[in-house]
């Protein structure tokens, strides 16, 4: 699903962030996860559903060239490269003719990727107004929840949940309105992830219940 998979991957907030649970400030994860382009990390997505015999797994990699384009290298199970520039999104597959449409046709995915820019360039005051911002944990091991402000895309999204160390976003939980989490494990967690098939443990590792 193209909706959730956007989502996943800054300077202060001061005021225009939620108050934070003691051990860690909003403010001071979200400063630690500006990323300047050019930049990629690994991901391993998780599809679990009651349909399926095991989860489905998605790896490959999220590239940020430019500071103006997103861009989703799946290589396995399946190649497929989805960009994202320019309020339009281009998904291509080898041996078929791209597919390009408007951000402007789907509001919700417009919103969300504008979020997930907001993150990696600092752009704060942007989030804010779309989220509700929450934190806990510590420094060292820590849980970012975004809730959304906009009914629409509440409708679609009942929260996005960032787990992290340090300065490392490792998992974003996307939690739909309805139907199943979807898990997006990225960098440290994504390598622990490889070799693992096993629902319960790839949402350890997200959840940050592995010894790694």
């Known amino acids: 699903m193209l909706l959730g998979a956007m989502l996943p991957c800054l300077a202060l907030l001061q005021g225009n962030v939620e108050a934070a649970t003691p ?32 989860p489905l797994r998605i790896q490959g990699l999220y590239v940020r060239p430019d500071a103006d384009t997103l861009v989703r290298e799946v290589r396995s199970p399946y ?20 597919r390009r449409f408007s951000l402007s046709r789907v509001p919700e995915l417009a919103s969300l990727q504008a979020s997930f820019g907001a993150l990696l360039t600092g752009d704060g005051e942007s989030l804010s107004r779309s989220y509700r911002i929450e934190s806990s944990g510590t420094r060292q091991r820590w849980t970012l929840t975004l809730v959304p402000k ?4 509440a409708n679609r999204v009942r929260d996005i949940v960032l787990h992290g160390r340090g300065a490392e976003l490792r998992c974003i939980e996307t939690r739909p309105a309805k139907g199943d989490t979807q898990r997006t494990l990225l960098a440290g967690a994504a390598r622990s992830a490889r070799e693992v098939t096993d629902g319960a443990a790839l949402a350890a590792i997200c959840r940050q219940d592995d010894k790694a």
């Open 23 to 54: 051990g860690v400030e909003s403010s001071w994860i979200l400063a630690r996860l500006a990323r300047p382009a050019p930049m990629s990390t690994p991901f391993v997505e998780v599809r679990d559903s009651p349909m399926l015999k095991a």
């Open 79 to 98: 190649a497929e490269t989805t960009t994202i520039r320019a309020g339009e999104a281009t998904i291509a597959r080898d041996g078929r003719t791209p």
């Open 150 to 153: 906009d009914a629409k895309l």
